[in-house]
C-alpha cells in the first residue's frame, strides 16, 4: 500500500503526562457542571452547554487520542483515531521547534495562521525520533527558525 517510511513514531499525550492529564480530568469535570448550572439551569438554554462543551471537548481531543506520524521521502503523513492527513513537502516553507513538537509552516517565516495551516508534529515521550526527524527537515524544507 504505502513505501516504508523513513521515520516513523507515535504520541499520547494522555498517557505520556499523567499529572498534566489529571488536572485537564479535573478542570473538565469542573468545567461541566459549572456549565450546566449556568447554561442549563439558571439560563434554561441546554443547547448552549452542548455546543459549548462540543467545542471545549472537539479542540481538547488530539490529546486524548494516539497519533501516528510517518515521514516519506515526498510527503508526510499523519494519522489520528479516524482521520488520515497526507501533505507533500513542497507545501511547506519552514519550520520551527518547541519542547513539545515542530510546527511545519507553510509560509516562508513563521505566522501565526501556522496552528490553522500548517501541521504539528508532536514528539513521542522518550524524543528518539528528534535527530533523524531534524536531519530530514532541513534537507526537505530547508528554512528553520
Known amino acids: 500500500m504505502y513505501p516504508e517510511a523513513k521515520l ?10 499523567p499529572l498534566a492529564s489529571s488536572l485537564l480530568l479535573l478542570f473538565l469535570l469542573f468545567l461541566t457542571i459549572f456549565l450546566y448550572r449556568l447554561a442549563v439551569v439558571s439560563w ?22 494516539i497519533t501516528e506520524y ?32 515542530i510546527m511545519l509552516s507553510t509560509f516562508q517565516m513563521p505566522r501565526r495562521l501556522d496552528p490553522f495551516r500548517g501541521q504539528s508534529l508532536r514528539f513521542s515521550k522518550d524524543k528518539t525520533e528528534v535527530p533523524a526527524l531534524l536531519e530530514f527537515l532541513q534537507l526537505k524544507i530547508g528554512r528553520k527558525y
Open 8 to 17: 516513523s513514531w507515535r504520541s499520547w499525550p494522555f498517557a505520556e503526562r
Open 44 to 65: 434554561q438554554m441546554p443547547l448552549f452547554y452542548f455546543l459549548g462543551l462540543a467545542l471545549v471537548y472537539g479542540n481538547l481531543l488530539p490529546y486524548f487520542i
Open 70 to 101: 510517518y515521514i516519506y521521502e515526498d510527503k508526510i503523513m499523519v494519522r489520528y483515531l479516524f482521520i488520515k492527513v497526507e501533505r507533500q513537502w513542497s507545501d511547506f516553507g519552514c519550520f520551527y521547534q518547541d519542547k513539545r513538537g
